[in-house]
């Protein structure tokens, strides 16, 4: 009887045991509860490349060929006009990234080059010039359709205030230098900010506003990208492009 007892609590153990590993495997032995247990992990799909690649239209023609019927065969004609509309494509996504490549050269050397202009003045089509610390006139130029005897600047602020009114020969006609000392009108310096160079004149006997261009002090250049190219930061004036740049000047 006790030797009965013994093997009694021994086969409770093996089967406690047994439960318990049974419960940390995959598989309980019984089909059915096998196939009604949740996985322990889900199983997810990789993902798959939606682009067809060569390999892919190579496959598919082999295909074409092996299913086609032996009586009408394909005509050599449409493989080969099939295998060519493949490389064009191909070969046009790669002239892509080339060109791409090329662009994104181009850009950078175009900015090395425009970084010579640093320290400069270019005339930009514009008329509004700034006034700084270490500017204190504004210099540009008065486009004119003839020859003109006199030429009326006005000079005014950011709100669009007169500051001062003078006159300049433009009989030379063409493009004529303008040039503002930064003084007003009473001879005393104006404040640092963004001022126009306003111009007008008489042609064909009647007064019209003519065109004005004005330098700026280019202070760096950015890189842009590859619609916009170098972009020039000038001083008080903010970016432009280096293709809107009509002349360099010394100072």
Do not use: C
């Amino acid at each position: 009887m006790p030797q009965q007892a013994s093997t009694s609590t021994n086969t409770g153990t093996v089967s406690k045991n047994t439960v318990q590993s049974n419960s940390t495997t995959t598989s309980t032995g019984n089909p059915f509860l096998d196939g009604i247990r949740l996985p322990e992990k889900p199983e997810t799909p990789e993902a798959k490349d939606q682009m067809l690649k060569q390999e892919d239209f190579f496959a598919l023609l082999s295909q074409q060929l092996s299913m086609q019927d032996p009586f009408k065969p394909v005509d050599n004609d449409q493989m080969i006009a099939q295998m060519a509309s493949f490389s064009t494509v191909d070969g046009i996504a790669n002239l892509n990234k080339e060109i791409l490549n090329l662009n994104g050269v181009m850009s950078s050397s175009q900015a090395l080059q425009a970084s010579s202009l640093v320290g400069r003045k270019v005339l930009i089509p514009s008329d509004t010039g700034a006034i700084t610390a270490g500017s204190s006139e504004i210099k540009g130029v008065v486009s004119t359709p003839e020859a003109i005897d006199k030429i009326t600047i006005r000079i005014e602020d950011e709100a669009g205030q007169l500051i001062k009114t003078y006159e300049i020969d433009g009989s030379a006609g063409g493009n004529v230098d303008v040039a503002w000392d930064g003084l007003d009108k009473n001879g005393e310096p104006v404040a640092e900010g963004s001022y126009s160079i306003k111009a007008s004149g008489k042609v064909d006997g009647q007064s019209q506003d003519l065109p004005v261009s004005t330098y700026a002090h280019v202070t760096s250049v950015s890189l842009g990208t590859a619609a916009t190219g170098a972009i020039l930061n000038l001083r008080g004036i903010g970016g432009i492009k280096l293709t809107d740049v009509l002349a360099v000047s010394e100072s």
